[in-house]
């Protein structure tokens, strides 16, 4: 069975494992009397832990499928799937760091394939891999104590975002970059850094002013 066949499957079985990591408050915050609420705690800590580890095996596995593809040109398929994993996109900001590692890898592998191996990806799937992935970007625990990616590799995502965002429209770039101003205002974080597109973004805008 072709690769490709397991990326939605994936998808799915990762954001469900994330997902849990994080129950709702109806489910841990309405029980009543000390004893019942500390055996709730310790059955729910151990049950995310559970999760937690699920998430991280879905996420390694995924990144070798990934890699895998891309090594037989065959990367298409899993660029459509992560440009509409919106749920695991909003999930991915508040999961652990060992989780958020392997997203983060991957999503940064196919936005560099996107733009280097010239794929005939449409605008609509470009702009929903940016819009999608930059908060992730921006937010994810990427200090030294757990380091996602090296030096070289964090300029290396910030040429390949720059380069995929000059090449679509103008309001395409307006979206992606408002966006990016507004998380990476307020993000802990100093990377990425767009300031050149975004720069050469307000200049265009302002030709465009009768």
């Not at 937690?52 to 995924?62: F, I, M």
């Amino acid at each position: 069975m072709p690769l490709g066949s397991y990326l939605a499957s994936y998808l799915k079985g990762i954001s469900f494992c994330v997902g849990a990591i994080f129950p709702s408050l109806t489910t841990c915050g309405w029980q009543s009397g000390g004893r019942r609420q500390t055996a709730l705690a310790g059955g729910e800590e151990g049950g995310e832990r559970i999760h937690e580890v699920a998430a991280e095996k879905l996420g390694q596995e995924l990144l070798w499928i990934t890699n895998k593809l891309m090594a037989c040109g065959a990367v298409d398929e899993a660029v459509a799937q992560w440009s509409i994993a919106s749920r695991l996109a909003s999930l991915s900001l508040t999961t652990s760091p060992r989780v958020q590692a392997f997203i983060v890898k991957i999503s940064a592998l196919l936005l560099r394939e996107v733009n280097e191996a010239k794929l005939e990806v449409p605008r609509q799937v470009k702009l929903r891999l940016l819009v999608l992935w930059l908060p992730l970007f921006c937010y994810a625990s990427n200090g030294l104590a757990y380091p996602i990616l090296s030096a070289y590799e964090k300029d290396e995502v910030e040429r390949v975002m720059d380069d995929l965002i000059s090449t679509l429209p103008t309001m395409d770039q307006e979206l992606i970059l408002s966006n990016w101003l507004q998380d990476y205002a307020i993000s802990a974080s100093d990377w990425p850094n767009l300031q050149v597109p975004y720069e050469r973004w307000c200049q265009a805008s302002r030709k465009l002013v009768p």
